[in-house]
């Protein structure tokens, strides 16, 4: 199934505009920093043109606190020298 086949209908300046819309969400979703950085994002998959209900599996705590250790292990070894975010989450 191609589920782009929507852009075939684009004009150039159709086109140039869905790019710039898309390109504004990755970047919106690259500077997430601090907290935001654990969120699923909606946002991001809103950006494409099918609606679908996101079918989520959530790992079990103990797994998936695991997997939080180990996404900020990698920041570590991938950004060694970021910023710290020293603030407590708020939701």
């Keep these: ?8 209908e684009f004009d150039r300046e159709k086109l140039i505009a869905e790019v710039r819309r898309l390109r504004a969400g990755i970047r919106a979703h690259r500077d997430s920093s601090g907290h935001d950085l ?8 809103g950006l494409l043109p099918e609606r679908v209900e996101p079918e ?10 695991r997997g939080c ?11 060694p020298h970021a910023r710290v975010h020293d603030r407590e989450f708020e939701p």
């Design 56 to 65: 989520v599996a959530v790992p079990p705590w103990p797994r998936f606190m």
């Design 38 to 45: 654990c969120w699923h994002h909606p946002q991001l998959w």
């Design 69 to 79: 250790v180990a996404y900020r292990e990698s920041l570590d070894n991938e950004l």
């Design 1 to 8: 199934m191609n589920v782009d086949t929507d852009l075939d």
